[in-house]
């Protein structure tokens, strides 16, 4: 009992913090920073398995969160008639043939013998099929991109509830991480770091520039919402009941009718945008709480004692029988596939998908301080890690604001130093993240809660 | 005469612009494959680190051109790097002291120093957005072009027009003192071939009395160098921006793993393979096939390979390449 | 006095256990002793104690009547004493000659005419100088490794397995270049698996087991005594 004491004591002050915004700031920011949190501890946990528990370090998470997204928007689109009629075909052509270059090259893998003639066909099987494919899907691509172009220009979805592109997403993210395992998990730990972080940049940049898939930098607006929309629900006879009741007391301090009226009017509508927000929270802590069950269940399997014994001893497990590569293969997967699921909840709550918004500063460097200061190797922790470091990436700029005023109180307000480092608080969330990280690797390299695990 | 127009279109377009940026990257490759091969880890802050020694470059050249003092046709930037490498040579001291010593004496595991590089990433990172802001700077003054494209038109009578930047210039001259001072430190100098001896075999060399302190030391003051004078040509020839600089981390690491990752000469060849590949791959070739078809096989398309958009991803697909068939990189890494 | 000795040495590494006990081991000048005994008999970890490698708790290491006892493996070294490790012991990214001025990395004075020596004591040395040694075999390396060592012309060399993994022709060459090295008037100390041959070129021998000493005599000695012969040296 004593051992989780810790782990309660860290997420009552954790939930602390987030009520004091809430009382403090508003209820409104306090709940968009908690879905943030929970969108962010879905990624943390999807690292965290492939790190904590197998010793992997993925620096791709960025890719997969985009992939995720890309899920949200293939999904829940409705289908674009016009495009799908002016190039669909030259796209499904193309897709035939990537099909079709992928099997010939295992083809030859399987049938020839390890040759330098059999790089060289390898070689020319795909720069040729690249060139065919070219010539192919262009006249289609730019069809399909000239089809409307300040709405659509692509090919829209499939016109499905959004919510689906949760799995989806979780197989794209695994689809990929599949294809990559394959080829980059045999690297050393900080060699397949710097392949992840660069692979990832590949998917992005596919996923900015191929207009006629996601649109591009153009971006994606409106996705249809799993949550009932604002100005629907400030029409809705129970909720404005609801938020009536909610508030009679105050509501019952004016006495003026149209006064009451106005108030209320007002409650109603910063009603909605935090019920809504709720809708959001309920969903992302069902995902959550389904995911530390599972994660939690398979630390302590047999399964999740050996992935500890081959991080451990790479080399004893090996001689024991156990397939490293296979068990380091399922686990990238997995951990990728979740970090998908997160994607998709991330585009599912903003409703809009922006590929020039994936960068890996905010969406692989980031997500490793939470998994580092949470705490890798324990579920609790890098959730944990995945609300503190989120909570302090928002609220460091107020906090940066009230130590700039307090530390240059003795000068004017004109001073250009003031006015300067006033300028520059957005800034200090780098600051802290930096320092934070430093902190925690020099004086509790385990994290804020440890990995531990009884022996039964 | 159509043969030397498309001469100069690739010399313009492809030659002269991918040797500037090359030796850009191979600067930085060089610098993250002292830090691998020495100080044995993956240096994640080394695009910040860089932005960092030329924001000081830029503090300097500001003061300068406030006194007046300038280098004439030749950028004032130029006079700033010393200075800059000095102030650039003890941040790097300092956060050698307070963050990586500990590790390093620890022996831990590089994976462990690499994720500290990240905290040292996002502290540089607001330093330098704190001090300079995150903005697009340019600092460069004086002569701009060496040849402007439409006096070697007059000059030759061509239709291509070959316009050199001095910047680029300035870039591939500097480059080639510096490097060929690297090699000649690492190679003919006692403190030089200490520094690979303590690459390729640490244990042996503390038996033969090497000092690995005085070892670090050096490290760090090249890697000061090498990151301020990197950083300011690339800042000179484009601009300066953090974000940019960030993001130049990628291509260099790829250069550096290409070369053979703790192999100097390899990560200086494998900068001009990253540029050469990505402006070979992404140059749309339509008009140098204007000029070299008879009019008849005009080409319709650009004739690209790949669109400019995907810049970067060639340069990352080569390095996956590499990976995959070489991992100890083309020119085989770990020996200094 | 002997020249160089480690004089009942306890100890073990970091907090582990005592992996040595009270065990002495000497060496003259222009002597080979050769350290033998069973695996885990703590024959490398005597010799890493007498350069420092590891802390002892009781016992002394003396050179030439000093007392080293307190210095670092560094400082060992000013003290003339070089050591071969067994794995690793050359800069495989450097040339021959690099490797060599390596090893004369604490002398300060001109060292052209050490090498030239060990040029003639390693002919092939002399033919191979600018390649890497990472491209010459094995018992080219174990000559480089030597040469290194010698850099500082040591009054001690020890050598830990200088044969492990060579062939048999080359271990006999091995061996003939140590004995030269002996007669440039050097105590060479070396741990040995292969214990006849290596008693066959040695002035003394000392058996260790679990970390004590258990017999000890001139090679010639050890090897014609049965209880030696049954137990360490195959019948």
């Given amino acids: ?456 | ?336 | 006095m002997p020249f160089f000795e480690g004089k009942n040495m306890t100890g073990g590494y970091g907090k582990g256990p005592d992996i040595i006990n009270s065990c002495t081991v000497n060496v003259e000048r222009g002597e080979i002793v050769s350290i033998l005994g069973p695996n885990g008999a703590g024959k490398s970890t005597a010799m890493k104690a007498m350069l420092g490698l590891l802390n002892l708790k009781s016992g002394s290491v003396i050179i030439d009547g000093k007392d080293i006892s307190k210095l670092s493996p560094q400082d060992r070294v000013k003290e003339g004493i070089s050591f071969v490790p067994q794995t690793k012991n050359v800069f495989a990214g450097m040339t021959v000659e690099e490797n060599l001025e390596m090893g004369a990395f604490l002398v300060n004075d001109y060292y052209k005419n050490v090498i030239d020596e060990i040029y003639n004591l390693f002919p092939i040395l002399s033919e191979k100088r600018k390649q890497f040694v990472g491209e010459l075999s094995g018992g080219q390396r174990q000559q480089v490794a030597l040469g290194r060592a010698l850099m500082i012309k040591p009054s001690v060399l020890m050598l830990d397995e200088p044969t492990a993994g060579v062939s048999p022709i080359v271990m006999d060459e091995l061996f003939d270049h140590i004995i030269k090295v002996k007669k440039t008037n050097v105590a060479i100390l070396m741990v040995e698996q292969n214990a006849k041959q290596a008693l066959n070129i040695s002035d003394r021998g000392y058996v260790l087991v679990t970390g004590e000493n258990r017999y000890s005599g001139t090679g010639k000695e050890l090897l014609n005594d049965p209880r030696v012969r049954s137990s360490f040296l195959g019948g």
Avoid at chain 2, 252 to 272: D, E, Q, R, S, T
């Fill in chain 2, 1 to 336: 005469m159509d043969f030397l127009n498309a001469l100069i279109l690739l010399l313009n377009y492809i030659f002269v612009p991918a040797l500037a940026y090359g030796s850009q990257l191979a600067i930085g490759a060089i610098f993250v494959t002292l830090i691998y091969g020495i100080l044995r880890f993956a240096n994640f802050a080394t695009g910040d680190m860089m932005s960092f020694g030329t924001m000081i470059a830029i503090l300097f050249t500001w003061h300068f051109q406030s006194i007046g003092l300038t280098l004439g046709f030749l950028p004032t930037a130029l006079l700033a790097i010393p200075f800059a490498i000095l102030i650039m040579g003890s941040y790097m001291l300092i956060i050698d002291k307070f963050v990586f010593k500990y590790y390093r004496l620890n022996k831990s595991p590089p994976v462990q120093l690499a994720m500290v590089s990240i905290g040292v990433m996002f502290v540089t990172q607001a330093v330098v957005r704190i001090i300079i802001g995150p903005s697009d700077r340019r600092f460069f003054d004086g002569e701009k072009f060496l040849i402007k494209a439409s006096e070697f038109k007059d000059i030759t009578g061509l239709n291509e027009g070959l316009a050199i930047k001095s910047t680029q210039v300035i870039t591939i001259v500097v480059t080639i003192i510096l490097v060929s001072i690297l090699f000649w430190f690492l190679n003919k100098t006692k403190t030089g071939k200490s520094m690979r001896a303590y690459s390729d075999n640490e244990d042996l060399a503390l038996l033969s009395g090497i000092d690995p302190k005085k070892i670090v030391i050096i490290t760090w003051m090249i890697a000061a160098i090498l990151a301020t004078i990197g950083g300011v040509l690339y800042g000179l020839d484009k601009s300066f921006k953090p974000f940019t600089y960030f993001n130049n981390m990628l291509p260099i690491f790829a250069a550096a793993i290409v070369g053979g990752i703790g192999n100097p000469f390899g990560a200086f060849l494998g900068g001009y393979v990253i540029a050469f590949s990505e402006i070979l791959l992404t140059y749309a070739y339509k008009k140098f096939f204007m000029y070299v078809l008879p009019e008849s096989m005009e080409p319709d398309g650009l004739i690209q390979l790949l669109s400019t958009d995907y810049k970067f991803a060639v340069s990352f697909s080569i390095l996956v390449i590499v990976l995959l068939y070489r991992p100890s990189g083309i020119f085989k890494g770990k020996i200094l």
């Fill in chain 1, 1 to 456: 009992m004593r051992k989780n004491l810790n782990v309660i004591a860290a997420y009552s002050i954790m939930m602390g913090l987030i009520i004091l915004v809430g009382t403090f700031q508003s209820w409104n920011i306090a709940l968009s920073i908690f879905n943030l949190c929970l969108i962010s501890a879905v990624m943390t946990m999807g690292a965290n398995i492939q790190w904590g528990y197998a010793g992997l370090i993925n620096f791709g998470i960025m890719g997969f969160t985009a992939l995720g997204g890309l899920a949200a928007v293939l999904i829940s689109v409705n289908p674009v008639q016009e495009a799908w009629s002016a190039g669909g075909i030259n796209i499904l052509l193309s897709l035939f043939l990537i099909i079709g270059i992928v099997l010939a090259v295992r083809f030859v893998l399987k049938r020839y013998q390890k040759s330098k003639i059999r790089n060289y066909i390898i070689a020319v099987i795909i720069i040729s099929g690249i060139i065919i494919i070219r010539f192919v899907s262009e006249p289609g691509i730019e069809a399909i991109e000239e089809v409307n172009p300040a709405k659509s220009g692509f090919l829209g979805g499939l016109g499905l509830p959004i919510i689906f592109s949760w799995i989806v997403g979780a197989f794209f993210a695994g689809g990929l991480a599949f294809v990559i395992g394959k080829v980059a998990l045999g690297l050393r730990a900080d060699y397949l770091a710097i392949a992840t972080l660069l692979i990832s940049e590949i998917v992005i940049a596919i996923i900015k520039h191929e207009d006629w898939l996601t649109r591009g930098v153009k971006n994606v607006v409106g996705l249809k919402r799993p949550a009932p929309y604002e100005v629907n629900l400030q029409q809705t006879e129970w909720f404005i009941n609801l938020v009536e009741k909610f508030n009679s007391s105050k509501l019952n301090l004016i006495t003026d009718l149209s006064e009451r009226q106005v108030a209320l009017n007002q409650l109603v509508i910063d009603g909605s945008s935090v019920f809504v927000k709720l809708c959001y929270s309920g969903l992302f802590l069902v995902v959550v709480i389904i995911l530390l069950i599972l994660t939690q269940k398979a630390l302590y399997s047999p399964w999740g004692r050996m992935m500890r014994a081959i991080r451990d001893n790479e080399e004893a497990a090996n001689a024991m029988g156990k397939n490293v590569v296979k068990q380091h293969l399922l686990i990238f997967v997995l951990g990728s596939a979740i970090v998908g699921v997160a994607g998709a909840m991330l585009v599912t709550q903003d409703g809009l998908f922006t590929p020039g918004s994936y960068r890996p500063l905010r969406y692989t460097f980031l997500i490793w301080v939470m998994v580092i200061v949470g705490g890798s190797g324990n579920n609790f922790g890098a959730i944990l890690g995945g609300f503190v470091v989120w909570f302090l990436w928002i609220e460091s700029a107020p906090i940066g604001l009230y130590l700039v005023n307090l530390t240059t109180a003795g000068l004017e307000d004109t001073h250009f130093l003031k006015v300067h480092l006033i300028e520059s608080v957005p800034y200090f969330r780098f600051l802290m993240m930096g320092i934070g990280l430093l902190l925690i690797m020099r004086y509790r390299p385990k994290g804020i809660l440890p990995e531990k695990i009884e022996i039964k």
